[in-house]
Nanobody
Framework: AHFVESGGGLVQPGGSLRLSCTAS????????MSWHRQAPGKERELVAT????????SYPDSVKGRFTISRDNAKNMVYLQMNSLKPEDTAVYYC?????????WGQGTQVTVSS
């Protein structure tokens, strides 16, 4: 499996970003997917999951109501819409299967929330 994340950047608190992930080298539509993030000096944490048919999504309390995960099985892509961003959302964001395959992390995309 191969993942390429994009869409990160610098945004002010309260702003929005939409992250994209292009998946390849596996049958994307068969797998649940997830977004994770890792801030400097911290463990990687799960921020969103989505079922293979988009019917089931889940979020931790830290992002619930602000982040929305979605996918397009025809394009082998998964997205993360992030609204009302906070400085504590600053991290490198990664997509993966769910549960994640630890051998297949991509390079991630940096999100920095700062004024």
């Amino acid at each position: 499996a191969h993942f390429v994340e994009s869409g990160g950047g610098l945004v002010q608190p309260g702003g929005s970003l939409r992250l994209s992930c292009t998946a390849s080298s596996f049958t994307f539509s068969w797998y649940d997917m997830s977004w994770h993030r890792q801030a400097p000096g911290k463990e990687r944490e799960l921020v969103a999951t989505i079922g293979s048919s988009s019917a089931a999504v889940s979020y931790p309390d830290s992002v619930k109501g602000r982040f929305t995960i979605s996918r397009d099985n025809a394009k082998n892509m998964v997205y993360l819409q992030m609204n009302s961003l906070k400085p504590e959302d600053t991290a490198v964001y990664y997509c993966n299967m769910n549960p994640p395959n630890l051998a297949y992390w991509g390079q991630g995309t940096q999100v920095t929330v700062s004024s």
